[in-house]
């Protein structure tokens, strides 16, 4: 494959004119996420994750090594605007002194989050100004008089730490700071690079800790999950890290290769280390996969088996971690890119076009797009009332086609079952739609499936 098939997000030429816009609301039902996954902004936003994705598997060495990105990787170097945004991080963990939580009662969320919330929107120009460069800030419209491009990268900031309304964080705030950054992207914030360099700074240098922090604020303030599945989603807050770390475990790749589909590195640890917690505190401080498991650990208790079946399912994987990302992938686009109440605020602008890309299919309606159009701010309804139904087709995702980071995130449509079905009985836990290798055997106590008992396939898996 030509390294030159990678596709990587553009970035706008301000020469050829461009008009910068408040992002405002466009998927107001079900049927307006067909027309999302059809947008110019669904392709940006594929783009830019698996272009991110790509950087964080191993890379095979001139010399015959191979080079690991752990969390901690020396190997890695941090760009100046990497370290302006690990400076608006801090900026940001160091105002949640200025809201102690409520000390109260309540029974949901702390209500002193809002004070925090509050006080970071008060503040987000004097923050964005004081740590990022103002040539990008300031890039101004061709229109005279028009706006900036801060008026849009602040929304995208402020979407990206739960709302201050429901107090609950999730899925779609976590897709709003990945477009933050990929809005600094498009404005040529980032230093040009070889392939994968600055990606991987933003990953781990960047998204990692921004999700260390998110940690933090959900534990300070006891946000709720949002738009969540409850037991029977992947995790109740989010899901990059599972792409990433798989990526970071999966078999090495140089520059011209194609993602693999399958395997491991030779000193992984193995998908079912996630149900140890000895396995889980010896990899959370190198691994994001593992990160994200720990800190399930930290608010959860019981088996894990029983309090994320999801997971527990996928560590069951025998073909190895290069799956695991390909599924994550998948599940990603099915479970957070099509669902309204994931996506259903994201705003769109200049950056992030609501326009139909003209590469794109015909959407059709599905179980995720026409179901879901119940506000986030309403009650969720119960698992057993949710419908079976096809899953999505996802318009990049097909069986037959290279591993999805190896060109535009296009292609033949491929049915990606639905993930929100009718789960199995209490005592056996979900199947993951991807995962159709059979558990090799229990694993360690406390934290396998009760003896006897084999995870039962739900109706959608196949």
């Known amino acids: 494959m030509d390294p030159s098939q990678v596709r990587v997000l553009p970035k706008i030429d301000t020469s050829a004119g461009h008009n910068f816009t408040q992002p405002s609301k466009r998927i107001n039902e079900g049927q307006d996420v067909n027309e999302f996954l059809s947008s ?102 061709s229109e005279s008089g028009g706006p900036t491009a801060e008026v849009e990268l602040v929304a995208y900031f402020l979407g990206s730490w739960g709302s201050p309304q429901r107090l609950d964080y999730g899925t779609g705030h976590e897709l709003s700071f990945l477009a933050f950054l990929a809005g600094i992207w498009k404005l040529h914030g980032f230093p040009q690079n070889s392939p994968g360099v600055e990606e991987r700074a933003i990953v781990l240098g960047v998204i990692q800790p921004y999700l260390e922090l998110v940690r933090s604020i959900i534990k300070r303030y006891t946000l709720e999950p949002a738009g969540s599945h409850g037991v029977w989603g992947l995790d109740d807050h989010s899901f990059m890290p599972y792409i990433f770390g798989a990526a970071q475990l999966a078999p090495a790749i140089s520059e011209s290769d194609p993602i693999p589909e399958e395997g491991s590195l030779p000193d992984a640890p193995a998908p079912g280390g996630v149900t140890k917690a000895n396995v889980v505190q010896r990899e959370r401080t190198e691994n994001l996969y593992f990160s994200a498991i720990g800190f399930i650990y930290d608010v959860k208790r019981g088996p894990f088996w029983e309090h994320s079946p999801m997971l527990y399912d996928i560590s069951g994987i025998q073909a190895g971690w290069g799956k695991i990302n390909k599924g994550m992938i998948k599940m990603y686009n099915a479970e957070v890119l099509s669902k309204f109440p994931v996506v259903q605020h994201f705003p769109f602008g200049s950056l992030f ?72 009985g209490a005592s056996a836990p979900t199947r993951a739609p991807w995962a159709n290798t059979q558990r090799g055997g229990s694993t360690s106590t406390g934290d396998s499936t009760p003896a006897g008992q084999v995870p039962t396939k739900a109706p959608w898996a196949k």
Not at 77 to 94: D, G, N
Not at 113 to 138: D, G, M, N, P, Y
Not at 358 to 384: L, Q
Request: proline residues 11%; glycine residues 4%; contains cysteine.
């Open 40 to 141: 110019k902004a669904y392709v940006d936003i594929m783009t830019f994750l698996l272009q991110l994705n790509r950087s964080m598997f191993p890379s095979k060495l001139s010399d015959g090594r191979v080079q690991t990105w752990s969390l901690n990787c020396e190997a890695v170097e941090y760009s100046a605007p990497v370290r302006q945004l690990q400076q608006l991080l801090s900026k940001l963990e160091t105002i949640l002194e200025e809201a102690p939580p409520d000390t109260g009662p309540r029974r949901f969320g702390n209500i002193s989050f809002r004070k925090w919330h509050q006080i970071v929107e008060s503040r987000a120009t004097s923050l964005l100004e004081e740590c990022l460069s103002s040539e990008i800030l300031q890039t101004p419209s």
């Open 353 to 424: 076009r609501w326009e139909r890309d003209p590469n794109a299919p015909i959407p059709t309606a599905t179980a995720h797009t026409t179901t879901t159009t119940r506000r986030t701010d309403e009650p969720a309804p119960s698992v057993s009332s949710q419908a079976a139904g096809p899953g999505t087709k996802a318009p990049w995702a097909s069986t037959r086609t290279p591993g999805p980071s190896s060109s535009t995130p296009r292609g033949g449509a491929s049915t990606i079952p639905d993930t929100s079905r009718l789960p199995p």
